[in-house]
């Protein structure tokens, strides 16, 4: 039984689907994120909702990134086990 069902969903809610990563510099992850979680550790490049391309430094594995991205970049990424938060 999912007690929260009748609750809004926010930007604060929890997620309540994922799906694992491949980085692409061309394809667009399926739904926008609400966060990744980064398995291993490394640097992850990313096309945030905006369009602005950033890349992240030294994100330590087990880490989970609050962010709104439209693209994990190959170029640029070295972390692994990324998964999409939404």
């Known amino acids: 039984m999912d007690q929260f069902k009748d609750f809004p969903t926010t930007l604060t809610s929890p997620a309540s689907n994922a799906a694992p990563i491949t980085p692409s510099d061309t394809v667009p992850l399926g739904n926008i ?12 490049s990313v096309e945030m909702q905006s369009g602005q391309i950033v890349t992240f430094q030294n994100v330590q594995g087990g880490s989970i990134l609050a962010l709104r991205t439209m693209k994990i970049r190959q170029t640029g990424t070295s972390a692994a086990g990324i998964i999409a938060l939404w």
Do not use: F
Not at 33 to 44: E, K, N, T
């Open 33 to 44: 994120s609400r966060a990744i979680y980064v398995g291993q550790p490394g640097d992850i």
